[in-house]
């Protein structure tokens, strides 16, 4: 099956008011270019997962800086000010979860899990309305999946199936995104042809991606 289709075709079916995951790390692996896309379609009140919010020039923290987003999940925001800014002065909706709970929250949405558990943020501000969870004696904080509408990442290299291949570090949530929202939108570097990819280095199964985009083609 062939999934790799133009950017303008790839969000089509992105709506106001839709959860999106949007990979990278401090934007390194974010794809740019779907965001820049969806800031030009105008998708507004988003729900945004992602693990930070980049700088208010790149990655997700361009959706920040044009106040599409009405409610985020991130880990950390300290390299974007607009959304502290913005979480301070009540305009955007900011949970904060330890960066190890958010990945796992994510894992237990793409792999049909409950929940995990965690003794992370036992006593802290991070209990406050969640579920403590005893097992063999231990105390634990039970939290719950995490899953999308859309998710948008980046790969290094896709072939036309959609088997993707990351590049060092920009491998961060891509990976473990893809099988946690409804639809995956990768944007991708380099798309090889079918069989082109060694099996042995795939990243991702193409089973879990809906449309690629050839980043290549794409100015900007």
Do not use: C, W
Request: net charge negative; hydrophobic share 40%.
């Amino acid at each position: 099956m062939d999934k790799v289709i133009g950017i303008d075709e790839a969000i089509k079916d992105i709506r106001d008011g839709d959860t999106l995951m949007i990979g990278g790390f401090m934007a390194n692996g974010a794809p740019e270019k779907l965001v820049d896309a969806l800031i030009e379609k105008g998708v507004k009140d988003i729900t945004l997962i992602s693990t930070d919010t980049g700088l208010v020039t790149t990655g997700s923290g361009k959706l920040i800086a044009k106040k599409l987003v009405k409610k985020l999940y991130a880990s950390h925001i300290g390299t974007n000010k607009e959304t502290g800014r913005q979480m301070n002065e009540d305009e955007t909706d900011v949970e904060l979860v330890p960066q190890g709970t958010l990945v796992e929250r994510i894992r237990a949405g793409g792999y049909g899990l409950g929940g995990i558990l965690t003794k992370t943020g036992l006593g802290t501000l991070v209990e406050d309305g969640k579920q403590r969870v005893t097992v063999d004696g231990e105390d634990y904080l039970l939290e719950k999946p995490l899953k999308a509408d859309f998710a948008l990442i980046h790969a290094a290299k896709a072939d036309r199936n959609g088997n993707l291949v990351y590049k060092g570090s920009t491998n961060n949530f891509n990976h473990v995104m893809t099988a946690a929202a409804e639809v995956t939108i990768v944007e991708a570097d380099e798309v090889v042809e079918n069989g082109d990819l060694d099996p042995n280095f795939v990243h991702t199964p193409g089973v879990f991606v809906n449309h690629v985009v050839d980043g290549g083609l794409i100015n900007g």
